[in-house]
């Protein structure tokens, strides 16, 4: 019987598909409304409403995206990057390279930073060897989707398919799925998606120019002088070895050595100590020069490089400033400003890197290393105009990063092997890298998504009304009518091709929303185990393909790639094809 409850429901159900699709209003406060109309005609109480605030998956998304966003901030991932990258010469052995190294890495951290990491390493990449960048970032995001969709923590929807399957208002009694559950298709998937894109991104991938992928007409270039210390790694190196010719976004032009200056650097040539390299670059590509493991230093920088947080910052000298027709030196910006200027840029002049005789004109563009108290310092002058904040650094001691990421890792095996909750170890990680201070409190509140979190508090609501209404009962009796005699087989395939379609062109939490309900109920009317129907849900919605809205990762490449909406489902839809074979194939086997 249909009653007002359930026709409710439905209504609400397009509601919040037609608005998330049209972009109507935000997503977050299109399913606040939506959960609100439920509640004000009493179809959910108050309480049912705001469970989800309980709900312990939830609560792991939250603490796995501030640990996420700790570790971008100690850098650990672009360390990785650089060392792994460095011999990677073709475009064959960059794919390899990036696929099976990113879907590593997002199984286990959030995939968003992670692509916003890689796509800068990627682009410039490209440029050096001359290949489109469109070839690689599509791939990119897809080798972070499948990654992800391997393991409980990959992925948001993954455990937000967990928050629903254990809520006591849907189906009470159900267990909560472990970490590595999602490993039967996931792990399979990455080596048979990595092969499809290796094989197939040639031949399906666009070579396309982006418009932000030009170089753009006011692109500064600096030049940066570096000196090798004593005890660098390089030292004995060849130029080709250290791998100082590959580093994106710069150039080596000269080499400073006793005196003599070297402006045709062979590869073959031998690194010493005390070497002055001079490199010209991108202003946002500085900071690689100051990474430990090249053991390089800024001499004009001095002892501003021992600091724990230090900035790169561009000023530009304003037309009345004081500091016009002085030499750099008699200046001392390091006394007034806590910095010091290691590079200038003069419209088309080349100023040297040896800056400290040159005389400030109007208009000069200043790149500074500065300290903690430069802000305070430059509030109130009229010298100069702030113009960007290129780099934040901060150096976090070698001991600590091993403790996070260590600690992250006995996280993951502790619950993997239900020794202690998967909830209890990141909150006692969380608490430990604030008492480290690799971490401040301030600073890992504002890694809080309180979108994502109200989205998901407010699915667990909706889904709870499908259930409660018999919603989800009247959509499982048409599916089961449609399909079922056609097999099981036939109804895990409608649920996936349903589940991909909403993920797609809606939003892969809008479509777990709706098909978990339905799920659970089609598998306790057949009497069959829970499981498989609930994971068909949670991959057809988590590997997402098919369009570049449908996910996060697809629309943050869509832009830089010069993609259109077409070559997401050229190349997506065989490996969406894929995936839901290898899916069903799986899942019915050991289930069934």
């Not at 005609?41 to 469970?51: C, D, N, Q």
């Not at 599509?138 to 391997?150: D, K, R, V």
């Not at 037309?319 to 200027?341: E, G």
């Not at 480290?436 to 979190?453: M, R």
Request: no cysteine; aromatic share 10%.
């Amino acid at each position: 019987m249909i009653t007002f409850e359930i026709v409710l429901v439905f209504i609400v159900l397009i509601y919040i598909i037609v608005s998330l699709y049209t972009g109507l209003m935000p997503p977050a406060f299109t399913f606040v409304v939506g959960v609100v109309v439920l509640g004000f005609f009493r179809i959910l109480t108050p309480s049912e409403i705001l469970a989800g605030f309980a709900n312990e998956q939830v609560m792991i998304i939250i603490l796995l995206l501030l640990l996420g966003e700790v570790i971008r901030k100690t850098a650990i991932t672009e360390l990785v990057f650089d060392r792994y990258f460095r011999k990677a010469r073709s475009y064959n052995g960059f794919m390899r390279r990036m696929v099976f190294m990113v879907s590593f890495f997002s199984a286990f951290l959030n995939n968003t930073p992670l692509v916003a990491v890689m796509m800068p390493y990627v682009r410039t990449w490209s440029r050096r060897y001359n290949i489109s960048p469109s070839r690689l970032l599509i791939p990119l995001s897809y080798a972070a989707i499948l990654g992800g969709a391997s393991t409980l923590i990959g992925t948001s929807t993954n455990l937000i398919v967990n928050g629903m399957i254990t809520d006591q208002h849907l189906i009470p009694g159900l267990p909560s799925l472990g970490i590595f559950d999602f490993a039967w298709v996931g792990v399979p998937m990455i080596f048979l998606g990595g092969i499809y894109l290796l094989v197939a991104g040639k031949h399906l991938l666009p070579a396309r120019t982006a418009h932000d992928d030009e170089e753009p007409p006011g692109k500064r270039t600096y030049f940066i002088e570096v000196q090798v210390k004593n005890n660098s790694p390089l030292v004995g190196m060849t130029i080709e070895e250290s791998g100082l010719r590959n580093l994106p976004g710069m150039y080596l032009v000269e080499i400073h050595r006793h005196g003599k200056r070297i402006f045709v650097v062979s590869n073959n040539l031998v690194i010493e100590k005390g070497d002055r390299l001079t490199f010209a670059g991108d202003n946002n590509q500085i900071s690689l020069l100051t990474k430990p493991e090249y053991g390089l230093t800024i001499p004009s920088a001095g002892m501003l490089q021992r600091k724990r947080k230090t900035n790169i910052i561009e000023i530009v000298i304003s037309p009345n400033s004081s500091m016009i027709n002085k030499r750099l030196a008699d200046v001392n910006f390091r006394a007034l400003y806590d910095a010091a200027v290691i590079s200038i840029y003069r419209n088309e002049e080349k100023v040297p890197p040896r800056i400290r005789d040159t005389v400030l004109q109007p208009g000069d563009v200043l790149l500074l290393y500065t300290g903690a108290d430069f802000q305070a310092r430059a509030r109130n002058t009229h010298d100069f105009y702030f113009i960007s904040n290129v780099q934040e650094m901060e150096k976090v001691e070698k001991w600590k990063i091993f403790i996070l990421l260590g600690g992250l890792i006995l996280s993951i095996i502790l619950a993997a092997f239900k020794v202690v909750s998967l909830f209890m170890t990141l909150v006692v990680l969380l608490m430990v890298v604030m008492i480290l201070k690799i971490a401040k409190p301030k600073e890992v509140a504002k890694g809080i998504d309180y979108n994502l979190g109200l989205i998901i508090v407010m699915s667990l609501a909706l889904g709870t009304a499908m259930i409660k209404t018999g919603a989800a009962d009247l959509a499982a009796r048409y599916f089961i009518a449609l399909f079922i005699p056609y097999g099981e087989v036939a109804v895990l395939t409608a649920i996936y091709v349903v589940t991909a379609l909403l993920a797609a062109y809606v939003t892969n939490k809008a479509a777990v929303t709706i098909m978990i309900p339905i799920a659970l109920t089609i598998s306790l009317q057949l009497h069959l185990p829970v499981i498989p129907f609930v994971l068909t849900v949670a991959y057809a919605a988590a590997a997402n393909f098919l369009t570049p809205i449908g996910y996060q990762t697809n629309l943050m490449v869509y832009g830089p790639g010069g993609y259109q909406f077409k070559d997401f489902f050229r190349i997506g839809l065989p490996l969406t094809v894929m995936y839901m074979a290898v899916t069903i194939v799986i899942l019915t086997y050991k289930y069934f």
